[in-house]
């Protein structure tokens, strides 16, 4: 099967990407609690498989915690799967990336993945040896990638090295996350689909905010456009931990702004609520919400998309 005939098992019929993400793992177990077990943290993953996929084009998950969640998974759902450890060095200087020890992509297409993400922490302004030495970790995987006729998603997500002031980094976010895009979509990095973020945070944007304003919404709409230009790849937006009702309006403005993105890799932003109900009162509380307030949040979402993404070509 090629690669193209893998990314329309990715997609709704429409050749949007309407993907749901929970391939978290230190931030989930953050969410659920220090004495969560890597059982229930499975558990919950099968879950959200089993009660949201019907939904979805494809699902996300990890090698580490997930394979019996995409067991679970609707027929119809497409499969992604992580290659990257969870976080990084604290310790170090550049947030180097790492893939999960016993894995290759070989291994995950085998046992069923029809695409691979890759996620890399970025700062275009980090010094030439960091960056290099990043960029030679992408070629390696999109070889990898290339040799078993596999989609590569890379996940990328900005930083400020020398700063880390909230107000500081939402004022030069849109800088990184566009040159960042233009950065990896060069051809030498085998990349199919760019997974970002969207180019301003979204709450200091007039209208959207009740407290400091850092961007007219001129100004914003003009960053979604430009973010859209830098790129001829298919390009998603993740979710970033927002309330899902900020993340639907937040891609209903990309679409007035003129950005000609593809679709979303949504997580918190969707089942966050279902995390909640399970470290609270279990399996059954946490099947409720997803039933309801799940199945709510992500059927809103995919209204949202049929208004705004532009299905891939």
Avoid at 285 to 291: D, M, V
């Amino acid at each position: 099967m090629s690669k193209q005939d893998l990314m329309k098992k990715l997609c709704t019929k429409e050749g949007i990407i309407a993907a749901l993400a929970i391939d978290q793992r230190g931030a989930l177990r953050r969410m659920m609690g220090d004495d969560i077990t890597a059982q229930q943290v499975s558990e919950f993953k099968t879950l959200i498989s089993q009660e949201l996929t019907p939904y979805a084009s494809s699902i996300l998950l990890d090698p580490e915690f997930g394979w019996a969640a995409s067991e679970k998974r609707d027929a119809n759902c497409g499969l992604i799967m992580a290659y990257e450890k969870t976080g990084y060095d604290k310790t170090a200087v550049g947030r180097f990336p790492d893939l999960i020890d016993d894995v290759s992509v070989y291994r995950l297409k085998e046992k069923g993945a029809e695409a691979v993400k890759l996620l890399i922490y970025f700062d275009i302004d980090e010094p030439h040896e960091i960056n290099d030495r990043k960029a030679a970790f992408v070629e390696r995987v999109a070889s990898e990638c290339n040799a078993e006729q596999i989609p590569l998603f890379l996940e990328i997500l900005t930083y400020d090295g020398s700063n880390e002031d909230k107000v500081y980094n939402a004022k030069v976010k849109p800088r990184k996350v566009i040159e960042a895009m233009k950065f990896f979509a060069d051809k030498r990095f085998g990349v199919d689909v760019l997974k970002v973020e969207v180019p301003v945070v979204m709450s200091y944007v007039e209208g959207f905010t009740d407290g400091e304003v850092l961007y007219s919404q001129a100004e914003a709409a003009a960053f979604f456009k430009a973010q859209s230009e830098a790129t001829d790849l298919p390009f998603i937006f993740l979710s970033a931990g927002v309330s899902a009702k900020l993340f639907q309006q937040t891609l209903e403005f990309a679409h007035q702004a003129g950005s000609q993105f593809n679709g979303v890799l949504c997580g918190r932003a969707t089942w966050a609520g279902g995390a909640e109900a399970y470290k609270a009162e279990g399996v059954d509380a946490a099947r409720q919400w997803l039933k309801t307030q799940g199945k709510q949040n992500i059927s809103e979402l995919l209204e949202v998309l049929e208004r705004t993404a532009t299905p891939i070509k």
